[in-house]
């Protein structure tokens, strides 16, 4: 992409893994955390990269950015995560340039969601961005891009059915207890992690199983009690997780961390236990089904929950792709016109300093010359000549060639 101006590097890249090819225990290893996140960007900064986009979600983990090579976010992302080089190469794929562009509407737009629809990713997007520039690497290119992707992802909503129902992965764990536990509005329920999947799975929880038993723990206590506060619902402090394991029937683990919060040691309730994992990396450690009596249900398995709901939002696929073409078509057509930004900027500044000049000429020769309304009027001429001008660049099929006569008809020198 060096002809259209946008950053310093030749290519724009897409690297990554997702739930297609990489299991729960990979993606794990490829999780970034918000501290995570930052040293990346820190480090990319520090490298030159000038645009630079990361995500990182139970689904998957990646990397959007401007670079030399590909290896150079590689690198970035196996440097500060617990993946190396080789388990990358062994799930992981790359896009450039186009096709790195329309992988990301579909992944920004829930057609590359686990559960078909499913437009948490949006939000994780529009984050990744904030970061970004924070941090000074959201040039106009990921800047326009990401705004793009939200605008199809708001008409999906809006136009198709593809997201009707309450399917999620937070109601996928909630449609698993209803199918398999019975009266499960008597049950003890623990919810641990009040982050966005713990929220929504607490309202679903209310919602659907009439169950008002639900027992909430956060690291941070308040944020738990902002959650209960609303559904009227009981907080603990961190500290009593086990205590509260022993009262629960049901156990569903969100907490976002970076390692197991949940292990077969802090578990000594005899009575059938259900323990729902929604966390990436796993938060609950493997050693729990040593437990005769302890059922464990990871993400990925309930991400495999197929209804009818599902089936129904199939049909609205073509109408979505229908609507990702016509921003994307809009965006590259956006993009195209960089490819003469800087040829328009110095036609209106080689046109300014004519106009400098003659006002000038004119203001010595006229007497009582009015300054202020030769400025006004030259402006608009000029800002009509350069609308003129972009916009037969805009329509040309030919703009290099119309680019290289403007040049050479004004004597534009070191356009950049």
């Known amino acids: 992409m060096e002809h259209y101006n946008i950053s310093k590097h030749n290519s ?28 990346l960007l820190t480090q990319a900064k520090s490298a030159g990269i000038d645009g630079i986009l990361v995500t990182s979600t139970c689904n998957r983990t990646e990397i959007h950015g401007f670079a030399q090579h590909p290896f150079q976010l590689i690198q970035l992302l196996c440097g500060n995560s617990l993946g190396t080089v080789e388990e990358f190469q062994k799930v992981a794929y790359v896009y450039k340039n186009y096709d790195a562009i329309f992988h990301l509407f579909r992944v920004g737009t829930g057609l590359d969601s686990q559960i078909l629809g499913d437009f948490e990713i949006i939000s994780q997007l529009k984050q990744s961005f904030y970061l970004s520039r924070k941090y000074g690497l959201a040039n106009p290119f990921i800047e326009r891009l990401v705004n793009s992707v939200i605008q199809a992802s708001k008409r999906i909503k809006n136009e198709t059915d593809i997201s009707s129902g309450a399917t999620s992965v937070s109601f996928a764990s909630v449609q698993y207890i209803l199918n398999n536990v019975e009266n499960v509005s008597n049950k003890n329920i623990l919810l641990f992690g009040t982050g966005k999947i713990g929220r929504n799975t607490c309202e679903n929880l209310i919602k659907h199983t009439k169950n008002n038993h639900i027992t909430l723990i956060n690291r941070t206590k308040d944020k738990a009690e902002k959650v209960a506060g609303k559904f009227n619902l009981t907080v603990k402090d961190y500290c009593d997780l086990q205590a509260e394991i022993l009262n629960s029937d049901i156990i569903i683990v969100a907490t976002g961390a970076q390692h197991a919060t949940i292990s077969k040691d802090l578990i000594h309730t005899k009575k059938p236990l259900l323990i729902l994992d929604l966390s990436i990396p796993k938060n609950v450690s493997d050693d729990v089904i040593d437990l005769d009596n302890v059922t464990l249900v990871h993400l990925d398995h309930l991400s495999q929950i197929t209804d009818e709901t599902l089936e129904k939002r199939k049909e609205f696929i073509p109408q979505a792709e229908v609507i990702i073409t016509e921003v994307k078509d809009e965006f590259i057509k956006w993009l195209e016109t960089r490819k003469f930004a800087p040829t328009i900027k110095a036609l209106k500044k080689k046109l300014k300093n004519l106009k400098d000049a003659e006002i000038d000429f004119q ?6 010359f009015n300054n202020e309304q030769a400025e006004i009027i030259s402006n608009r001429i000029i800002q009509k000549i350069t609308t003129q001008f972009a916009n037969h660049l805009k329509d040309n099929s030919n ?3 119309s680019i290289e006569l403007i040049k050479k008809v004004f004597q534009l020198e070191n356009v950049k």
């Open 12 to 39: 724009f890249y897409t690297v990554g893994l997702s739930y297609k090819k990489a299991d729960a225990e990979i993606r794990g290893k490829f999780s970034l955390d918000n501290e995570s996140k930052k040293a």
């Open 399 to 401: 703009s290099d060639e």
């Open 363 to 368: 203001r010595k020769k006229i007497e009582g």
